[in-house]
């Protein structure tokens, strides 16, 4: 069953005074269908990966959150199309909205909306802190970095808000993700419910999720935001901590996140570690491969060699047999001792002008169709032992079975001069004794 860890870091964190070791987490652990296995607040790396082995699980997909604050939410208007076109034009369509120099900065493009490509922009010595602290674990392996706030469950046409603390984590139906301060929530909200110039004023749903306490102590800036005419507030109470319900809406798409995990951060490597355990196996058949090719290739060689010495034995025998003949080669010397044979069969071995005449009068009887098959000239040469018919069919096809049987018969027999006309074709049979 697969598995997935959702990690995110408590404060003080990466680059301070602290060690990795002493690093704390908040972490949910869901199974394939998204039911929390596990869950726990103020770990340490070592207690979550005891967890894990304590329950014999292994491969599990780390996700790792990061405050929202760290990564910053632009747009990239690129008309291109091809990931090649798109990852050149993006340093230049996001500068303006970035604050630092561009090539101190990573970028991770996300899903294409109507305004543009969504991109998250984060420190690349931030980025790489991040990676290292999320890599290297026992147990599991590094799947995805998102923004914590992207993983809220997206509020159709409006925007979502989880009060955590002292923090406030926001994220729109358009991608964008922010962390402010909880005592900046109402100064927020009113930003929300001014409407831009060119809009007419509309309702702007807004989803509050927080705990039952956290409701009551930020009653008077949760009223600020009700009573604005233009917000329409719900209420969600989280019987768990946040970090449960972005888990949640992450397994079942509730929400559309940017992977920070791009670029040079890849994980592409790291998943490629997959086939780490089928490694010996893979070498293991690749070696029987090769050998199993190289003695096929090795009989093939010796049987080769084994026909060309029996065919030449063969030879051996039929020169003996018939030195004068040097016509006959290995490649047909058994349709030639075939047809010898049949004509010691016949009576005689006579391959003269009547023999010729009465195998190609056979043969022409056997035909399906003979009357369409016109003989109209019969030539024969003594000195070369051939007998020569001009002859004429309703198709190629009857001269050439006509020719394959004479050739059956263990005579060598051609057609030439072949010549297709509408009525038929005709042709010159040469018959020999072979």
Known sequence: MSYRLYVRPLPPFPGSDSEPAAQLYNWVLLDASGDSQAH????TQDMIEQTLARNDLDGVRL???????EALFCLADIPAKQSRFIQQALPYAVEEQIAQDIDSVHLAIGQHSDRGYRVAAIDHRQM????SLFSDWHHVRLEAIYPDAALLPVTEGGWSICIEGDKVMLASDQGEWLGVQSRNLAMFAQTLAAPPSEDVVAEVPVTLFATASEFELLQADIGAIKSSSRLKVKEQTLDL?????????HHHHLCQPINLCQGPYSLRNEKSGLLGAWKPLIAVASVWFVIQVAL????GYYHEQRADQVRAQAMQIYRNAFPNDSRTHAGNVRRVVQGQLNQLQAGGTDAGFIALMKYTGSEYSKLSGADSIVLNSVNYSQNRGELVVDVRADSYSK????RNGLAGRGLEAQIGSVVN???????RLTVSGG
Request: proline share 5%.
């Open 40 to 43: 726990g607040g103020g770990d």
């Open 241 to 249: 901590m946040p970090l449960d319900l972005m888990a949640h809406a």
């Open 296 to 299: 096929e290739i090795g009989f």
């Open 128 to 131: 790489g802190s991040w990676v």
């Open 63 to 69: 996700i790792g959150l990061i405050p929202a604050e």
């Open 421 to 427: 006309e509408s009525s038929g074709a005709r042709g």
């Open 399 to 402: 001269l050439s079975a006509l």
